[in-house]
């Protein structure tokens, strides 16, 4: 990488992946899950807005109403208005600042794909900078020693750290090549959606009808989202026509 683009990797890595971990699991630990799952998913709004600056992403009709399907149907799959949610103050600071971090991966990523980095390498340096921004602020007392205090722990940090951070975070990345950053962000909402479903047939939790129609709103706004718009007609035609 070049070092007048390292700014970018900063930004992903700590502004972002960083912040929004250390916000999230914050806001859990303040309040209900559902409720911090609730504001993490206000990250598309924040990148449509920031994107309409930052990129000059027109915002239509089509992706705000996409928007408003997908942040209900979150709140739904997350059990809002099952009657186990609650909030603190703290908490409703924590979880907007999850979702602010996790938006700002849309934005810095996309910068950075922006220079001619690819997706491999936006990711790589992106969880360089987060991990020596942990070990900065936490040291190596805490989360070292519990990845290598056995053979089992230091498994399941391994997996949890490729298979639901690295690959995620790889594809995501490489989507943004070929996305509106605000779309993208829209449908990264999809990942409610596919927990209801693992928790369904792997832990036989139940699905409300609340819970159902929330999925049905989340894959309905990404279904409107890429729904092609029917292309103007060629001068030829138009002229075939007269």
Partial sequence: IRFRGLWCFVGTGILSLLL?????????????????????????????IISLFVFGEKLTVRKIIALVMS????????????????????????????????????IFGKLAMDRGYSSLTVNFYTTLFASLGA??????????????????????????GVVTCYLPYLFYTYGLSGLEAGKASIMASV????????????????????????????????????IKSRAPRDDADRAEIQ
């Fill in 191 to 226: 990942e409610p959606v596919v927990a209801t479903f693992v928790g369904l047939v792997f832990f036989r939790e139940s699905m409300t009808a609340l819970n159902a129609a929330g999925v049905v709103l989340v894959l309905a706004a990404i279904v409107l989202l890429n």
């Fill in 71 to 106: 942040f209900g149907g979150c709140c739904l799959v997350c059990g809002l208005g099952s009657g186990s949610t609650y909030l603190t103050t703290a908490g409703i600071l924590y979880g907007l600042g999850s979702g602010v971090g996790y938006a700002m991966y849309s």
């Fill in 135 to 160: 070990l900065a602020i936490w040291g190596d007392g805490g989360s070292l020693s519990v990845m290598v205090s056995s053979w089992n722990a230091a498994l399941w940090c391994l997996s949890a």
């Fill in 20 to 48: 929004f971990s250390a916000c999230y699991f914050s806001a859990m630990s303040l309040m209900s899950l559902s409720a911090a799952a609730i504001l993490l998913y206000t990250a598309p709004s924040f990148v449509i």
